[in-house]
């Protein structure tokens, strides 16, 4: 039996916008085909950094502990912005940098 190994990328990131930083944890969710299928997640420090050590892969982002109307208005991933909340992790990748933008003005709809 052959078992590979990978090298475990480090994804050094910032968020900002949000009122109360160090209550949002930050989660890479792989996609089915990785081997590992098991989520990563960190705490956001006090100034909104944080440090993802994840898999080369690609993955699902979301920040839990947002409050009230709070809403991830957008990611940008190596100084680019993404499309979506997945982003992909080359084997060859030197430096990571993930930035999350949070918005506070989300909507809320009621009545019937």
Do not use: C
């Amino acid at each position: 039996m052959v078992v590979p190994v990978t090298a475990v990328k480090s994804v050094e990131g910032q968020i900002e916008g949000a009122g109360n930083r160090e209550s949002l944890r930050v989660i890479a969710v792989p996609t089915p085909h990785l081997l590992s299928n098991i989520p990563a997640w960190t705490m956001a420090r006090s100034n909104g950094r944080f440090s993802l050590e994840v898999l080369p892969g690609t993955y699902a982002l979301t920040v839990d502990g947002l409050q009230n109307d709070d809403y991830v208005a957008g990611i940008e991933f190596q100084g680019k912005s993404a499309s979506s909340s997945f982003i992909e992790l080359l084997p060859d990748a030197e430096s990571l940098s993930l930035k999350l933008n949070i918005r506070q003005d989300g909507g809320r709809v009621s009545g019937v």
